[in-house]
C-alpha cells in the first residue's frame, strides 16, 4: 500500500457510547501513522494523578475555559457533573494546514457542533456488537455506584440513538478489525 | 464497512523473512473475520509439548508424507533441516470452495510452486523496516547457536531477494498498520 500515507489534512469524529473501545482505537490508529493525531481535550476537571498537562487532557481553569469559549476559540464545548469539556480549535487548524488528519473523540452533541464548523469532516459511529453487550460491558466497571452506572447506561442508549446521523458505522466486535476498518475510511477519504 | 465480509474464496500466499512477524499477523486476520483462514501446515518433524496435531501442525509420519506426496495432495513442500513441511490440497480446496480465504504463510520456493497450481493466488511480501532491522530481530533469538543465526540471515538475504517477485508489498514498521495493510489487501481483492 505505499501511497496510503500521502494525506490531506482532514477531520475525523469518532462516536458512540463508553465502553466500545473508542479511546483505545484512537490511540492505536495515532500509533500506526504518523500523519494520524488523537485531539486532546480541554478541561475544568482537576487532572488526576499521573495525568499529563497537554497530553491527556489541556487543564484549564474556569476562567480560562469561559474567556476561550467567548473568544471563539473552541469548536464545540458541553458540560458534565459540573466540569466543562472541549476541543480547542488552535491544535485542530494547525493539524490541518499541516496536512495531517486530526481525529476528535467526543459525543453526538459534540458532532453536531463540529459539524455546523467543519461541514466535511468525517464522521464514524462505533457500535458494541450488541445493546446487550454494552450494558455488560457497562456493569463491568465495579468502580463506579448503581446510581451512575443508571446514569451511564441512561447515556448509552441516548448515544445509541444518533448513530443513522453518522456517515459511516463500525462494529467493534474485534478490535483488530475495528481499527482496520476505521483506518480504511480514514486512509479513503484521502484518496 | 459493511459488505465487506462477503467474500468469494480465495488463496493468499504471504511470504518473508523469518522474524517480520509473518505467523503473528496471520493469527490476528483469522481472529478478526469469520471467513479468513489460516493454513495449517503438514510436517514430519515431532511434535513439541503443547503442539496441537490439526492446530499447530499436521504430524504426519515420513512414509505417510511421502506417500502423500506421491498421490498429488500436497500443493507444496519443501525439506528443512531434515525434516518435510508443506501443505495439503484438501483443506485449502474445501476452504475456497466454501467462499473463505485461506492465507498460506510459506517461503518464496513454496510459493512459486501454489503459484503454478493456483496463479490467481494473491501474493503479498511481508518486509521488516530495514535488512539491518531484521538483522537485529533475528539476533534477538538468543536460543539459537551462532551457527543457526548465522544460517538464518543467509536464509533471510535470500528471501528478501525475491520480494520484487510478489504483487503486494507490505514493510512491518507497525504490527497494527501492517495487520491493516494486509486486510485490506485481502478484502479488497473480494470486490
Given at each position: 500500500?505505499?501511497?496510503?500515507?500521502?494525506?490531506?489534512?482532514?477531520?475525523?469524529?469518532?462516536?458512540?457510547?463508553?465502553?466500545?473501545?473508542?479511546?483505545?482505537?484512537?490511540?492505536?490508529?495515532?500509533?500506526?501513522?504518523?500523519?494520524?493525531?488523537?485531539?486532546?481535550?480541554?478541561?475544568?476537571?482537576?487532572?488526576?494523578?499521573?495525568?499529563?498537562?497537554?497530553?491527556?487532557?489541556?487543564?484549564?481553569?474556569?476562567?480560562?475555559?469561559?474567556?476561550?469559549?467567548?473568544?471563539?476559540?473552541?469548536?464545540?464545548h458541553a458540560e458534565y457533573a459540573g466540569e466543562l469539556y472541549g476541543t480547542l480549535k488552535e491544535p485542530l487548524e494547525r493539524a490541518i494546514a499541516a496536512g495531517r488528519t486530526m481525529i476528535l473523540d467526543i459525543d453526538t452533541q459534540g458532532a453536531q457542533q463540529v459539524l455546523a464548523a467543519y461541514p466535511d469532516a468525517v464522521t464514524i459511529f462505533l457500535e458494541p456488537p450488541s445493546f446487550e453487550e454494552l450494558l455488560r460491558r457497562l456493569h463491568g466497571r465495579n468502580t463506579d455506584s448503581p446510581d451512575k452506572q443508571q446514569r451511564r447506561i441512561q447515556i448509552a442508549r441516548r448515544e445509541m440513538a444518533r448513530r443513522m446521523d453518522y456517515r459511516h458505522r463500525v462494529v467493534n466486535d474485534n478490535l483488530d478489525k475495528a481499527v482496520c476498518q476505521v483506518y480504511s475510511i480514514i486512509t479513503g477519504t484521502r484518496r
Open positions: 500500500m505505499p501511497g496510503s500515507g500521502a494525506t490531506k489534512g482532514g477531520l475525523v469524529v469518532i462516536s458512540g457510547p463508553s465502553g466500545t473501545g473508542k479511546t483505545t482505537i484512537c490511540k492505536r490508529l495515532a500509533r500506526m501513522d504518523p500523519n494520524i493525531e488523537f485531539s486532546v481535550s480541554a478541561t475544568t476537571r482537576p487532572s488526576r494523578p499521573g495525568e499529563v498537562d497537554g497530553k491527556d487532557y489541556h487543564f484549564l481553569t474556569r476562567e480560562e475555559f469561559a474567556s476561550r469559549i467567548q473568544r471563539g476559540e473552541l469548536v464545540e
